[in-house]
């Protein structure tokens, strides 16, 4: 499975983004899905993470209420609302390979990463 991530940009805070991550290949439409992200300096975080086919959805405490996750079949996407400086990061989209349980915290395949810039 290969994830390609886009919608990065630079913000000002209080605007909203969305972010687009397409997997390919292999079992691409039956897998659960997620953000993370890496603030500079900092370790990688979990954002947010929707179910194979999108009834489940779990967010990060941070997020809850500003970010929304959705997808179309292989398609994910981030709806950021609100944004902050401190959601300056670089998003990863990432997957579980097919058959690994949604409570899992593991996951098998990761996205090149795009840049949020959220000025203050």
């Known amino acids: 499975v290969q994830l390609q991530a886009s919608g990065g940009g630079l913000v000002q805070a209080g605007d909203s983004l969305r972010l687009t991550c397409e997997a390919s290949g292999g079992a691409s439409s039956n897998i659960h899905m997620a953000w993370f992200r890496q603030a500079p300096g900092k370790e990688r975080e979990f954002v947010a993470v929707?179910?194979?086919?999108?009834?489940v959805t779990r967010y990060a405490d941070s997020v809850k209420g500003r970010f929304t996750i959705s997808r179309d079949k292989n398609t994910i996407y981030l709806q950021m609302n609100s944004l902050k400086y401190e959601d300056t990061a670089v998003y990863y989209c990432?997957?579980?390979?097919?058959?690994?349980?949604?409570?899992?915290?593991?996951?098998?395949?990761w996205g090149q990463g795009t840049l949020v810039t959220v000025s203050s």
């Open positions: 929707i179910s194979r086919v999108g009834e």
């Open positions: 990432a997957a579980k390979s097919p058959g690994r349980a949604f409570q899992t915290a593991r996951y098998d395949y």
